[in-house]
């Protein structure tokens, strides 16, 4: 995951670019949108040590995404096509966007909330674990952890941080 992070071309706004940016071009599938990216890497002398594998599984988790946030659509076996709410996004957000940015769409965060609601744990320091979720979705990295290490809160931080982190990488 860090290797999508590190790389511009690879990060989560640019990633949602790429996959409306190909879908607005008609029905399209998750490898449509791996070989725009391949090119755009190429073009730009970009070469992350990244497999093909890897950049098709966080581009279908993305997708995941932007299918619950209803940018996206299925329309048959692993295809989709972008949808209107979509096409407004990639106008008002040219650059990119975050999946913290998709918490304005209530499908969205409802989604969020139901997954949250049924993974979150049974723990006393459940406040500081949700903040280190809610981090992971606001762009922030595990050194912005507020609390001190070796501490249980920093811990329950952290936690959560990274559950946000694997359910990105679902």
Known sequence: MLHFREFPLLNTPHLFLVLLKTACGGECCVDDCAARLKKLLQATGENPPVTDE???????????????ARMLK???????????????????????????????????????????????????HVAQYD??????????????????SETVDHSAWENGWCEALDEDLD
């Open 74 to 124: 299925t329309v048959g076996e692993g295809r989709f096509e972008i949808t209107q709410r979509g096409r407004e996004a990639l106008e008002r957000r040219p650059h990119g966007f975050d999946t913290a940015d998709l918490m304005e769409y209530p499908e969205f965060a409802e989604f969020v909330r139901m997954r949250r609601s049924t993974d979150r744990p049974m723990d006393p």
């Open 54 to 68: 890897e950049v098709a599984n966080r581009l279908r988790a993305l997708r995941g995404l932007l299918i619950e």
């Open 131 to 148: 903040e280190g979720f809610d981090a992971y979705r606001a762009g922030q990295r595990p050194a912005d952890n507020p609390y001190p």
